[in-house]
C-alpha cells in the first residue's frame, strides 16, 4: 500500500500563496489518482482539487477554481497543490488521498489512502 506525507502547509496573509506537497512511498504513486481535500473545524471534509494518474485530467470546485492548481510529478512520486490568492476561508487542515484508479474522483469516500494533514491557516 501506499503512504502519503503532506508538507508545506503554514500561516500566510490574504492574498499570499503557499504550495503544499504530498510525497508518496511504498508504491509508485503512477497508479493512482490524487485528491486534496480540506477540513475546516466545525466544517465536513470537501474536496479542492483532483487529478488523474497521468495528470492529464484535473477537477477543481467553485470556491478555489482560479486560485488552486493540482499537479504531479510521477517520476519524484509527489502531487503538489499550488494555492494563490488565498482567503481567509481557506484556512483548514488540508489533506491528500489517493486510490487506484485512471480517472480523478471528488468524493473523500472514493480514497483509501490518506496522509495526516498540514494545516494551513490565513490571516486577514
Known amino acids: 500500500q501506499v503512504q502519503l506525507v503532506e508538507s508545506g502547509g503554514g500561516l500566510v496573509q490574504a492574498g499570499g500563496s503557499l504550495r503544499l506537497s504530498c510525497a508518496a512511498s511504498g508504491r509508485t504513486l503512477s497508479s493512482y489518482a490524487v485528491g486534496w481535500f480540506r477540513q475546516a473545524p466545525g466544517k465536513e471534509r470537501e474536496v479542492v482539487a483532483a487529478i488523474s494518474w497521468t495528470g492529464g485530467t484535473t477537477y477543481y470546485p467553485d470556491s478555489v477554481k482560479g486560485r488552486f492548481t493540482i499537479s504531479r510529478d510521477n517520476a519524484k512520486n509527489t502531487v503538489y497543490l499550488q494555492m494563490n490568492g488565498l482567503k481567509p476561508e481557506d484556512t483548514a487542515v488540508y489533506y491528500c488521498?489517493?486510490?487506484?484508479?485512471?480517472?480523478?474522483?471528488?468524493?473523500?469516500?472514493?480514497?483509501?489512502?490518506w496522509g495526516q494533514g498540514t494545516q494551513v491557516t490565513v490571516s486577514s
Open positions: 488521498a489517493a486510490t487506484v484508479g485512471s480517472y480523478y474522483y471528488r468524493s473523500d469516500y472514493q480514497y483509501n489512502y
